[in-house]
């Protein structure tokens, strides 16, 4: 299953032991690390999932090029062609004009459409999304004014209206601002409930959960995604990708370490010293974490029983701790 392998050895003086080393670590080559994936054929959510992935590997599979497709779709699956987990999420979602993503709201009402072709309206109580081609009010910002404009367009031409006036779609960042935007409702005697067009629109977008990394690689299959749901999960017969309720449950795949994995590795070990005394033990148990660590395996346990003297010496074999 790995395609590197490194050694661990220790040099050799005298006498010949047989240590045998109960590893969970890998025999990894930090080039290609992490460069594995995992099926897990249990049913979870994506959070259990994303959950279980982080605590026994690295976490839920991140799928940044076709070569990692390529290795996700190379890992068995023991026939199963159904849907499994990833980990991509999304949409980001809700964009200012000015390309920052919202995360202040006043929604009025949640927004129960989430898909392109959505954009952001006010009302005197609260924000609602719509689709951008309806035809509304709407309220631009030209620095230090808010101006409404009681002419009905689609927000795409609201957008440019207020360009053309040196001025933009409010944005609302924060409640002073939105307070500005309801004092222009009395000033200009709206009804409270009259809709004005804002600078917000729905853009989505979707990224990898490890990293945060926008999703430049997609293998969406047609008509996907589908924006009404936040989790993603491959296809496991053909590799493409679609979005699910982030609440089914499906088997998932996970990559990187896997941490909790038992590993036997036997060794020779020559030494001078004696090894029946516990602080020569100790020594011994140091040098062999120490070795270990250089090899670039750092989560392991490292207990070791000796065996009876060998008469010959054996050839020191380069070890690895496979798997
Ligand atoms: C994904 O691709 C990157 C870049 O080639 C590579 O470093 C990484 O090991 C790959 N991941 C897996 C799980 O194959
Ligand atoms: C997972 O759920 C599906 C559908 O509910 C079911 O057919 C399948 O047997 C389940 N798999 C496991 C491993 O429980
Ligand atoms: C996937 O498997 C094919 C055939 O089994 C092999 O030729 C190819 O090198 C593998 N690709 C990866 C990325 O493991
Ligand atoms: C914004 O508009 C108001 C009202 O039309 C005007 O008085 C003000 O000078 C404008 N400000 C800028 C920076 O253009
Ligand atoms: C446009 O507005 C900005 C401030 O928002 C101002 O600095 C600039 O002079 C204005 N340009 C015109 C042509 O009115
Ligand atoms: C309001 O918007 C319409 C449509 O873009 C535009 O023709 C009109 O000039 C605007 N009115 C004002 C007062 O800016
Ligand atoms: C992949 O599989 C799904 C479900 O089995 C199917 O709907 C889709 O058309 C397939 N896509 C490709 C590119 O084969």
């Known amino acids: 299953m790995f395609g590197n392998s490194r050694s661990v050895l220790i040099k050799v003086n005298m006498d010949v032991f047989v240590v045998l080393l109960m590893l969970s670590g890998f025999c990894v080559s930090t080039a290609s690390f992490p460069n594995i994936y995992y099926f897990i ?10 959950a279980y992935c982080i605590m026994e590997y690295t976490g839920l599979a ?3 090029n076709p070569e990692n497709n390529t290795a996700l ?28 993503q919202a995360t202040y709201f006043m929604w009025d009402q949640e927004p129960w459409a989430s898909d ?26 030209n620095g230090s004014d808010y101006i409404v404009n009681k002419t009905r367009v689609t927000w795409n031409d609201a957008k440019i209206s207020c360009e053309n006036k040196n001025s933009t779609l409010a944005q609302i960042l924060d409640l002073l601002t939105f307070d500005k935007v309801r004092r222009a409702f009395r000033n200009n005697n709206l009804d409270e409930y009259e809709p004005l067009w804002i600078g917000l629109s729905f853009s989505p977008v979707w990224f990898w959960s490890e990293t945060k ?10 008509g996907q995604p589908n924006n009404k749901n936040n989790c993603a999960a491959v296809l496991v017969g053909n590799g493409t990708w679609t979005t699910e309720p982030c609440s089914e449950q499906h088997p998932f795949f996970c990559y990187g370490v896997h941490k909790s994995k038992k590993t036997v590795l036997s060794m020779n070990i020559q030494t001078d010293v004696d090894l029946e005394t516990p602080d020569n033990q100790a020594a011994l148990m140091e040098q062999l974490q120490a070795a270990l660590a250089k090899q670039g395996v750092t989560d392991f346990k490292l207990t070791w029983t000796k ?6 010496r054996k050839k ?6 496979n798997v």
């Open 41 to 50: 054929s249990e049913n979870k959510t994506w959070d259990e999932a994303n």
């Open 62 to 64: 991140q799928i940044t």
């Open 73 to 100: 779709m190379n890992t068995s699956a023991g026939g199963y062609t159904g849907k499994a987990w990833i980990g991509l999420v999304g949409p980001l979602g809700w964009v200012w004009l000015d390309g920052t």
């Open 116 to 141: 392109t072709g959505y954009c952001g309206l006010t009302t005197y109580h609260g924000w609602h999304s719509v689709i951008c081609e309806y035809e509304w009010y709407f309220i631009c910002f």
């Open 213 to 222: 990394q926008i999703s430049t690689f997609v293998n969406w299959k047609t």
């Open 307 to 312: 065996q009876p003297v060998q008469k010959s």
């Open 316 to 321: 020191t074999d380069d070890a690895c701790l």
